[in-house]
């Protein structure tokens, strides 16, 4: 099956600060990669839809500036979390569309914890 | 807009048993995918399977297969032969042609008892 790697797995940060999340396609190229948010026992959220060579598309309510998403290879999608807060600690998570069926592998997901 | 309802919040079954957890969904598209995803403790998102709505046999996969109604908008999963290992969330989810992103249930969690 597809492999999606992201990076790092766990972080805790201060207040403040920004914190980058990494989204890698291992074994195929991938033009477009969504980025979730999970909160604890609860389902995912879309937050924004990774394009490469272009924008992302935000959803309804999602802050464009502090989420910053750069999707800059076939193969690789950042998320920046920008001064972040401790409401934004949360269970991110990447995934990307392979295949005719359009089927989303996921990444392992990354927990943030903001103090 | 799309949407997908899980209405069993939390199921549990004996190991050897056989469960189904129910979904529905609403979409105005005509072609569309739906999919089953299980996210162990781990919290890894892992694909248990998927159906194409025009195809109208059942998807099956190994112990897992689904009862698709497309008429009735449902598309239920079936765990057949229930393991230790199959306890996890189980999610519907959606495929959005246009946006090509997925719209998920609420989710509902499963134990597998001993």
């Known amino acids: 099956g597809a492999v999606v790697s992201q990076h790092p797995s766990r972080v805790i940060c201060k207040s403040g600060t920004s914190v980058k999340i990494e989204c890698r396609s291992l074994?195929?190229?991938?033009?477009?990669m969504f980025w979730y948010r999970q909160f604890p026992k609860q389902s995912l959220m879309l937050m924004a839809t990774s394009n490469e060579g272009s924008k992302a598309t935000y959803e309804q309510g999602v802050e464009k500036d502090k989420f910053l998403i750069n999707h800059a290879s076939l193969t690789l999608s950042t998320l920046t979390v920008t001064s972040a807060h401790p409401e934004d600690s949360s269970f991110y998570i990447c995934?990307?569309?392979?295949?005719?069926?359009?089927?989303?592998?996921f990444g392992p997901g990354t927990r943030l914890l903001v103090l | 807009a799309q949407t997908v309802t899980q209405s069993q919040p939390e199921m549990s079954v004996q190991e050897a048993e056989t469960v189904t957890l129910s979904c529905t969904y609403d979409t105005s598209e005509s072609n569309y995918y739906l999919f089953w995803y299980k996210q162990p403790p781990s919290r890894q998102m892992i694909l248990v399977i998927r159906q194409e709505a025009y195809k109208q046999q059942n998807a099956t996969e190994n112990r897992f297969s689904v009862n698709f109604q497309k008429a009735a908008k449902s598309f239920s999963l079936k765990i057949s032969d229930s393991q230790l290992g199959d306890t996890a969330m189980y999610f519907c989810a959606l495929h959005n042609t246009g946006r090509r992103a997925l719209t998920f249930g609420s989710g509902t969690r499963l134990q597998v008892q001993p």
């Open positions: 074994d195929f190229q991938a033009t477009t």
């Open positions: 995934s990307a569309p392979r295949g005719l069926q359009e089927t989303q592998y």
